[in-house]
Every structure is written in structure tokens, then in C-alpha cells.
């Protein structure tokens, strides 16, 4: 029977009422939850072991209305807030980090052509053009259940946001022309659509971040390739490949956000960054939930063997539960402060959520299976995934840990424009 009094492993994250979300915010998390124990789950072993994207996991959240999560109600989505979001996304993570990870991209391209570009100022023209554009896109995923991916990263500094993007768009009659090459693109092969991120770049002009455009690229169009292997250390079912652009036509209609949106989004909406840390709060709560599962003797496939009475056990699961506490009250102020020109003390918040989340989650899952014990690391258990895959998330450009220690340590001691001369 239920014990009411005691932690259950699939209870929701962020209590509703303990972390006061509405009913709605409630439910829609719940559902996430439930897909994710339910439908993810399963799955998610042998993705992980073979590298392969879980398309069918894809097709399964379209028929529950994932896929629209941030499509605006008024466009036939659920029209999910960027903090409910965030939390749905959070709870698909404990189950399959893979999944979680990849979902986000597609998220995203509907989450900044929402909400997100809702809270940036346009000229009326630039609103009603991309009012009129965006529904193309929205229209695709709810109705077709069209899956759009990210690839942004080009192994140089782009994708932290220093220098303008070497894909670069030629402007031609009715669209563009797209060159480049972008690696690490999660679901490459997969996604119905590639929203890249490239320079507009007229005959004679130099390359500026102001001049970025963001395209939806059909996966099918002549000369999109796909290359290189895939066998890396986590998030193996991502399957980020290298993307080839070659001369791509991309009509007009593809801009996912008008000239120069983006550019505004990347300065004024900085929390837009925070959206790869989900993922990983979930993956850091799935590290605390096996140990105490498996500390318990409770955890499913293992003989009800409990270790929990040894003082250094005991130990352990404080100092993991007071790291978990601290992780999930610094990231929920802070995916709960995202908007429109953040103060500079939150957005320095945003950075520490991030760093926080993205350490933390790795340095969880590397305690559990050194309080667990060796059992616990074999490969027919979770726990050496949710290992691998949290080691990725410090990883992600543009805000590294690297680089969210750098921005707060110098934004800490300088003022905008303060220099030492
Ligand atoms: C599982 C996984 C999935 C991914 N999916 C996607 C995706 O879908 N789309 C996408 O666009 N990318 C994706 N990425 C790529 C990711 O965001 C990074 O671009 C990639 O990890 C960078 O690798 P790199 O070796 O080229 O890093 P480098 O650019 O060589 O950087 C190495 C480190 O140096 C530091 N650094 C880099 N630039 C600066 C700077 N300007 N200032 C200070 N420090 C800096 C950072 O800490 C960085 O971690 C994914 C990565 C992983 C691991």
C-alpha cells in the first residue's frame, strides 16, 4: 500500500503546492510526467546502447500534444509558459535524458518564435510577418507532427556567441542560399526540418552577429547532407552529426524569426540560454531517486537487498538530498525570472542556475554510484547512463560552465563599460 508519508520516486519534482503552480501549470507537468515514466522509460536503454535517435518517442509525443508544448493555443498547441516548459521538460529528463535533450531543440524553435519574440519589441510590420510566417511552422508540428532541430555549433566561437555565424545565407531571388557546416546537430537524420542559424551576407559585405537570420532548412531539401559518425560517451540517443549546407535554397517563408529578431532575442532575452538545463535537473533528480531506491532494497531488477543502515549511507543521501534541494531552489527562481530584459542580478542568477544545475547533476549521479557500489553502475541499471549522460551538460555552448564562471566573475567585479586604465 501507499505510504503517503513517504518520498515517492515518481512524484513530481516541483510539488504544486509546495512551489505554488496553478492547476493548469500542474497538470500539464504531471502529464509530462506520466508520458515520461510510461513512454520514455522504456525505451531508453536501448538508445542509449545502440545510438540511435528514438524517433518513435517523437511520434508518441505528437499524439499527446508534446510536440506543440509551446505553440500558442490560438495556433492549435498547448500553449505552455517558458517556466512550464522548463518543468515539463525537467520531469521528461529523469527518464530518458536522450529524449529530454533532443525535445528541447524542437522545443525551442516554438518556444522563441512564441512566447519569447511575443516579449521582444517589432514594428507592426516585423509583428504581422511574423505572425503570418510562424504559423507555417506551428501548422507543420501540431498538425504533421514535424520534428525541428537546432544546429547551431560550428566548432569555432559562433555558438558562444562571439563572433558572427560562418553559415552564411546569399540573398537571392525569393530566399536565400545557405552554406556551412554545423556539428553536433541533435537529430540529424531525423528531423523533418534544421532551424540553423546563419550570417545574410550580400555580395561585398562583412559577416555581423546583427545580420543573423534563423531558417528552418527541410531536412529533404538539395544539398542538406548528413555525415560523420556518432559514438560518444552520453546523450548517445541524440545522435548529433555533423550537418553539410551546400548552396540550400530556403525560400523566404522559412524565416523562423524576421531580420535582426534574433540578434534582439540573443541580447534582451537572455534566459532563452537556460532552456539546455532542464535535461539535466531531471537527470540530477533520477541520480538522488535510484540511490534512495536502491539504498532501500526497492529498486525494480534487484534483489530487495537494503543498505541504508550504515551511517556513511545515511550520510551520503543528506549530503546528495541537500545538494538536490539547493539545486532545484536556485533553478526555479531562476526559470521563474526569465523575461525581456532581466536585471543584471538576475541574469548572473540565470548563469549560477545553470552552472549549478549543470555540475551538480554530474556530481550527483558520480555520488550515487559511489554510495550504491558496484551493483549499481552495471549496465542493466540507469544509473551509469544518467552518469554519461549528466557529464554532457557542462558541455553545452553558449552558456559552458566555463563560461558562466567567466561572465559572473567578471560581470560581478565590472560594471558595463568599467575598464582598469
Ligand atoms: C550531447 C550533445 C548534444 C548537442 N547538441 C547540439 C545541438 O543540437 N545543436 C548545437 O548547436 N549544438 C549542440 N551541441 C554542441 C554544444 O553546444 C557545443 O557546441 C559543443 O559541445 C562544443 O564543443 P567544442 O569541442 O567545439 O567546444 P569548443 O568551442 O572548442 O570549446 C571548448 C570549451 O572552451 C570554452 N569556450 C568556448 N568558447 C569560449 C569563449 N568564447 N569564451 C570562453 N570560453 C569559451 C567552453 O567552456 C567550451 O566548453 C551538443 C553537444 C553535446 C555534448
Same mark, same amino acid.
Given at each position: 500500500?501507499?505510504?503517503?508519508?513517504?518520498?515517492?520516486?515518481?512524484?513530481?519534482?516541483?510539488?504544486?503546492?509546495?512551489?505554488?503552480?496553478?492547476?493548469?501549470?500542474?497538470?500539464?507537468?504531471?502529464?509530462?510526467?506520466?508520458?515520461?515514466?510510461?513512454?520514455?522509460?522504456?525505451?531508453?536503454?536501448?538508445?542509449?546502447?545502440?545510438?540511435?535517435?528514438?524517433?518513435?518517442?517523437?511520434?508518441?509525443?505528437?499524439?499527446?500534444?508534446?510536440?506543440?508544448?509551446?505553440?500558442?493555443?490560438?495556433?492549435?498547441?498547448?500553449?505552455?509558459?517558458?517556466?512550464?516548459?522548463?518543468?515539463?521538460?525537467?520531469?521528461?529528463?529523469?527518464?530518458?535524458?536522450?529524449?529530454?535533450?533532443?525535445?528541447?531543440?524542437?522545443?525551442?524553435?516554438?518556444?522563441?518564435?512564441?512566447?519569447?519574440?511575443?516579449?521582444?519589441?517589432?514594428?507592426?510590420?516585423?509583428?504581422?510577418?511574423?505572425?503570418?510566417?510562424?504559423?507555417?511552422?506551428?501548422? @507543420?508540428?501540431? $498538425?504533421? %507532427? &514535424?520534428?525541428?532541430?537546432?544546429?547551431?555549433?560550428?566548432?569555432?566561437? #559562433?555558438? /558562444?556567441?562571439? !563572433?558572427?555565424?560562418?553559415?552564411?545565407?546569399?540573398?537571392?531571388?525569393?530566399?536565400?542560399?545557405?552554406?556551412?557546416?554545423?556539428?553536433?546537430?541533435?537529430?540529424?537524420?531525423?528531423?523533418?526540418?534544421?532551424?540553423?542559424?546563419?550570417?545574410? @551576407?550580400?555580395? $561585398?559585405? %562583412? &559577416?555581423?552577429?546583427?545580420?543573423?537570420?534563423?531558417?528552418?532548412?527541410? #531536412?529533404? /531539401?538539395?544539398? !542538406?547532407?548528413?555525415?560523420?559518425?556518432?559514438?560518444?560517451?552520453?546523450?548517445?540517443?541524440?545522435?548529433?552529426?555533423?550537418?553539410?549546407?551546400?548552396?540550400?535554397?530556403?525560400?523566404?517563408?522559412?524565416?523562423?524569426?524576421?531580420?535582426?529578431?534574433?540578434?534582439?532575442?540573443?541580447?534582451?532575452?537572455?534566459?532563452?540560454?537556460?532552456?539546455?538545463?532542464?535535461?539535466?535537473?531531471?537527470?540530477?533528480?533520477?541520480?538522488?531517486?535510484?540511490?534512495?531506491?536502491?539504498?532501500?532494497?526497492?529498486?525494480?531488477?534487484?534483489?530487495?537487498?537494503?543498505?541504508?543502515?550504515?551511517?556513511?549511507?545515511?550520510?551520503?543521501?543528506?549530503?546528495?538530498?541537500?545538494?538536490?534541494?539547493?539545486?532545484?531552489?536556485?533553478?526555479?527562481?531562476?526559470?521563474?525570472?526569465?523575461?525581456?530584459?532581466?536585471?543584471?542580478?538576475?541574469?548572473?542568477?540565470?548563469?549560477?542556475?545553470?552552472?549549478?544545475?549543470?555540475?551538480?547533476?554530474?556530481?550527483?549521479?558520480?555520488?550515487?554510484?559511489?554510495?550504491?557500489?558496484?551493483?549499481?553502475?552495471?549496465?542493466?541499471?540507469?544509473?551509469?547512463?544518467?552518469?554519461?549522460?549528466?557529464?554532457?551538460?557542462?558541455?553545452?555552448?553558449?552558456?559552458?560552465?566555463?563560461?558562466?564562471?567567466?561572465?559572473?566573475?567578471?560581470?560581478?567585479?565590472?560594471?558595463?563599460?568599467?575598464?582598469?586604465?
Amino acid at each position: 500500500m501507499n505510504d503517503p508519508a513517504r518520498d515517492d520516486p515518481d512524484a513530481p519534482m516541483f510539488a504544486a503546492d509546495a512551489f505554488r503552480l496553478d492547476r493548469a501549470e500542474a497538470d500539464l507537468v504531471a502529464s509530462a510526467r506520466r508520458f515520461g515514466a510510461r513512454v520514455l522509460a522504456p525505451r531508453a536503454a536501448q538508445h542509449d546502447r545502440d545510438a540511435t535517435f528514438p524517433i518513435e518517442n517523437f511520434r508518441d509525443m505528437h499524439e499527446e500534444g508534446l510536440l506543440g508544448i509551446c505553440v500558442p493555443q490560438s495556433d492549435g498547441g498547448l500553449g505552455a509558459s517558458y517556466r512550464t516548459y522548463s518543468l515539463a521538460a525537467a520531469e521528461l529528463g529523469r527518464y530518458c535524458g536522450a529524449t529530454a535533450l533532443s525535445w528541447n531543440m524542437h522545443v525551442s524553435s516554438t518556444l522563441w518564435t512564441g512566447a519569447l519574440a511575443d516579449d521582444l519589441m517589432m514594428t507592426v510590420e516585423e509583428r504581422a510577418e511574423h505572425n503570418e510566417r510562424r504559423r507555417l511552422h506551428y501548422k @507543420r508540428i501540431v $498538425g504533421d %507532427g &514535424a520534428v525541428y532541430s537546432q544546429p547551431f555549433s560550428e566548432g569555432g566561437a #559562433a555558438a /558562444a556567441g562571439a !563572433v558572427a555565424f560562418g553559415t552564411e545565407a546569399k540573398p537571392v531571388e525569393g530566399g536565400f542560399l545557405v552554406s556551412g557546416k554545423k556539428i553536433f546537430a541533435s537529430l540529424s537524420g531525423a528531423a523533418d526540418y534544421y532551424g540553423v542559424l546563419c550570417t545574410e @551576407r550580400g555580395e $561585398g559585405e %562583412g &559577416a555581423s552577429r546583427r545580420n543573423t537570420l534563423y531558417l528552418a532548412i527541410p #531536412a529533404g /531539401a538539395a544539398g !542538406v547532407t548528413v555525415t560523420g559518425d556518432w559514438d560518444p560517451l552520453g546523450m548517445r540517443g541524440t545522435v548529433s552529426r555533423t550537418l553539410l549546407l551546400a548552396d540550400v535554397f530556403v525560400p523566404e517563408d522559412e524565416m523562423l524569426m524576421p531580420r535582426g529578431v534574433y540578434f534582439r532575442a540573443a541580447t534582451s532575452w537572455p534566459h532563452m540560454f537556460l532552456t539546455l538545463s532542464p535535461t539535466y535537473m531531471g537527470l540530477a533528480q533520477a541520480a538522488y531517486d535510484f540511490t534512495v531506491r536502491y539504498l532501500r532494497g526497492e529498486l525494480p531488477g534487484t534483489p530487495p537487498v537494503k543498505r541504508r543502515m550504515y551511517p556513511t549511507k545515511q550520510i551520503a543521501a543528506a549530503e546528495m538530498r541537500i545538494m538536490l534541494e539547493q539545486t532545484k531552489a536556485l533553478w526555479f527562481q531562476a526559470i521563474s525570472e526569465a523575461r525581456a530584459n532581466p536585471a543584471k542580478s538576475q541574469v548572473l542568477r540565470a548563469y549560477a542556475a545553470q552552472f549549478t544545475v549543470m555540475e551538480n547533476a554530474n556530481a550527483l549521479a558520480a555520488k550515487a554510484i559511489r554510495t550504491c557500489g558496484g551493483q549499481a553502475m552495471l549496465k542493466n541499471l540507469s544509473l551509469e547512463r544518467i552518469y554519461r549522460d549528466s557529464r554532457c551538460g557542462s558541455l553545452m555552448l553558449p552558456w559552458t560552465a566555463e563560461i558562466c564562471l567567466d561572465r559572473i566573475g567578471r560581470e560581478s567585479l565590472y560594471e558595463a563599460g568599467e575598464t582598469d586604465e
